[in-house]
């Protein structure tokens, strides 16, 4: 059975990388709009339409650039259901060869553009009504391996955050989960970790279709979950 998300307006931060463009196609081919938000320019082979509305350029740790972006999803759809926060990144460097600087960089990444992101959305999604709001945390937020420490710290503010906003909204006919995946099967984790059983990983696919679960009319008796999508790692 596939859950149908017709006319649900959503929106996907980090909507050009891989799990965002696969979310994208996933969520369109149910009958979502969206609106796909990237730090960079919009993709040659990406068109606008009725139903996507691709945005560039937005920085999703300003306020400013970020609330721009939301009204530009209004003016265009003239609503908003839903955010799923994609946008993030990693790094991997031991504790006492790395740099301070990491654990700043990944928390601007991972929970500064959730925040940011969440917080101009939600005012939309709130007089939408039956609302969702979705974050990527990751399995090293609840146990964290060598090299990851800014990484897992930074995914754990991201559930921390979900189970938070999630006990606030409750009552608020919105729901709000995250997804805390292993290891996602695209090209970088590849390149970086050649020797690994691929089949093992969670595909951008396999992940997006967990997230258009939480955002259907099935999953709305959800809320506060970090869900791990662990594949068979």
């Known amino acids: 059975m596939t859950l149908s998300l017709q006319g649900r307006a959503v929106i996907v931060t980090g909507g050009f990388g891989v799990l965002g463009s696969a979310l994208t196609k996933l969520l369109l ?4 709009r969206v609106a796909a938000l990237d730090l960079s320019d919009v993709p040659a082979a990406l068109t606008a339409s009725a139903d996507f509305l691709p945005l560039g350029m937005v920085n999703l740790t300003e306020t400013a650039s970020a609330e721009q972006a939301m009204n530009q ?3 265009t759809f003239g609503r908003i259901n839903a955010v799923v ?8 460097e ?3 060869s790395g740099s301070l600087d990491t654990w700043d960089r990944l928390y601007q990444m991972n929970v500064r553009t959730a925040i940011v992101s969440t917080k101009a959305a939600l005012p ?3 007089s939408a009504g039956n609302g969702r709001v979705i974050n990527v945390s990751a399995l090293a937020a609840n146990k964290a391996g060598l090299g990851v420490a800014a990484y897992a710290a930074s995914k754990a503010g991201v559930a921390r955050f979900t189970e938070s906003l999630a006990e606030e909204l409750k009552t608020r006919d919105v729901t709000v989960n995250a997804v805390m995946p292993s290891i996602i099967d ?16 969670v595909t951008p696919e396999a992940l997006s279709a967990v997230i258009a679960f939480l955002l259907s009319a099935e999953g709305q008796v959800i809320t506060g979950a970090c869900l791990p999508v662990s594949g068979r790692v």
């Not at 081919?29 to 979502?32: I, Q």
């Not at 590849?190 to 990983?201: G, I, K, L």
């Open 29 to 32: 081919e149910r009958g979502a």
């Open 73 to 75: 999803v209004i003016e």
């Open 85 to 92: 926060n994609v946008a993030g990144g990693f790094a991997w």
């Open 94 to 96: 031991t504790f006492e």
């Open 124 to 126: 939309h999604i709130l």
């Open 186 to 201: 695209t090209p970088n984790n590849r390149a970086d970790m050649p020797d690994q059983d691929f089949s093992a990983w």
